[in-house]
């Protein structure tokens, strides 16, 4: 009792942000083979899930859209189609559990079938061509419902134009959390086998950071935090401490980590294995992440520490 009263650290469940996965269809629950426990849900399941996830404490979720090949195109114009899987699924998860916080990503790589998160003409991405279509897709999830913006896609310059648009179509109140140090990790894997949305070629070192440099991340920091964005993350989490704690030293906004896909599997991978103990090892890792100074935490484990709480 007393080792707790002194803990300098305490992980709660309003920290955390749990990803979740829609498909279209209905009465779908597919499990991800690399990521065990978690699953692909159509609308209907995704908001049952959602609802039991509330009655654990969970209140905040991030949604990421599973879209059929044949719906993507080279300028993702699925993303901003308001009949279309993601769209509608926000508005429907709004309408029927509207207390919920709901986190969007704002990227093109889920609809685009090149796989990137931008426009790719002869190899190159073309940044301003695709804060364009980020614009698009923003607002259409404001007006979807969606709480906090995420933009994952690591264009420059991106959140003063998101910031922009939102605030003169009337949407000050959405947040935006952007991707600020999302670094061009091998940690993706599992994520982009849920969304089958790996690039169809190259890779996405271009846009994403270099996972030597720490120093870039405070650079990074400062044009988010000039350009208006509400929280700033770092992406994966576990790899990269230390850049948690330095923007945490140096930014008064709430920094954010996502433990990723990856990070997820490993933990998983070992305990199945017999190698480690998975619940302790979900623990002490979440609470690293908490330590290094993230205030929230998007997570895989967010509804397995949930049950264990109870």
């Known amino acids: 009792m007393i080792r707790r009263m002194v803990s300098e650290t305490r992980l709660n469940i309003e920290d955390f942000i ?5 498909v279209s269809g209905d009465n779908i629950k597919e499990p991800i083979p690399s990521m065990p426990g978690i699953y692909r849900y159509s609308s209907d399941l995704l908001i049952e899930e959602m609802a039991i996830c509330q009655t654990l404490g969970i209140n905040s979720f991030a ?14 114009s699925e993303s901003y189609d308001p009949d279309g ?16 916080c709901l986190m969007t990503d704002v990227a093109m790589d889920p609809y685009s079938s090149d796989g990137h998160d931008g426009i790719v003409e002869d190899g190159m991405i073309l940044n301003d061509e695709t804060i364009e279509v980020l614009e698009k897709m923003a607002l259409a999830q404001a007006k979807a ?13 991106r959140v003063w134009h998101l910031r922009d648009a939102l605030d003169a179509e009337g949407y000050r109140s959405v947040s935006i959390m952007s991707y600020t140090a999302k670094y061009a990790s091998a ?12 690039p169809k070629e190259g890779d996405k070192k271009t846009y994403q950071m270099d996972p030597c440099n720490c120093k ?3 650079i990074e920091a400062e044009l988010d935090e000039a350009e208006g964005a509400d929280f700033l993350m770092v992406k994966p989490a576990l790899a990269y401490l230390d850049v948690i704690s330095l923007l945490d030293s140096n930014f008064d906004l709430p920094i ?6 990856g990070e997820y599997a490993m933990i998983k991978a070992a305990a199945e294995k017999g ?13 690293s992440i908490k330590r290094a100074g993230a205030r929230v935490i998007l997570s895989y484990f967010a509804k397995e520490y949930a049950e264990l709480s109870q």
């Open 187 to 198: 940690f993706y894997g599992p994520f982009r086998d849920a969304l089958s949305s790996a």
């Open 216 to 218: 870039e991340a405070l």
């Open 85 to 100: 899987l993601y769209l509608q699924a926000i508005s429907q998860i709004k309408k029927q559990l509207p207390e919920v």
């Open 63 to 76: 949604l990421f859209p599973a879209i059929d090949d044949a719906l993507k195109d080279k300028y993702a």
């Open 18 to 22: 749990f990803p979740l996965f829609v």
């Open 275 to 287: 190698w480690l103990d998975g619940q302790q090892a979900m623990v002490e890792s979440l609470i």
């Open 145 to 157: 419902g969606a709480d906090i913006i995420g933009p994952s896609d690591m264009m420059d310059g």
């Open 256 to 261: 954010a980590a996502y433990n990723v896909s």
